[in-house]
């Protein structure tokens, strides 16, 4: 059975490793760990957040704010 040590540990690597950033999804199952998603080789100059812009997110920033107390600064 997989502890939630052993999910920290893939976590505190990954992080140590310094290879990926923020929004990178990392799958941890026995015997298996694998980066299924990394926003950072998404967001090139021909990526499609890239070509298309940005969406505003101040809107949700506004909720989130609220709803949290205190400004969001992701």
């Given at each position: 059975m997989l502890k939630p040590g052993d999910i920290a540990e893939a976590?505190?690597?990954l992080i140590?490793?310094?290879?990926?950033g923020?929004?990178?999804i990392l799958s941890k199952a026995i015997g298996v760990e694998e980066v299924v998603f990394d926003l950072?080789?998404?967001m090139g100059a021909?990526?499609?957040?890239a070509q298309t812009g940005a969406p505003d997110?101040?809107?949700?920033?506004?909720?989130?704010?609220?709803?949290?107390?205190?400004?969001?600064?992701?």
């Open positions: 976590m505190v690597r140590e490793e310094g290879k990926y923020g929004g990178t950072e080789s998404q021909n990526s499609a957040v997110m101040s809107h949700i920033r506004g909720i989130m704010n609220n709803e949290r107390g205190k400004p969001w600064k992701g």
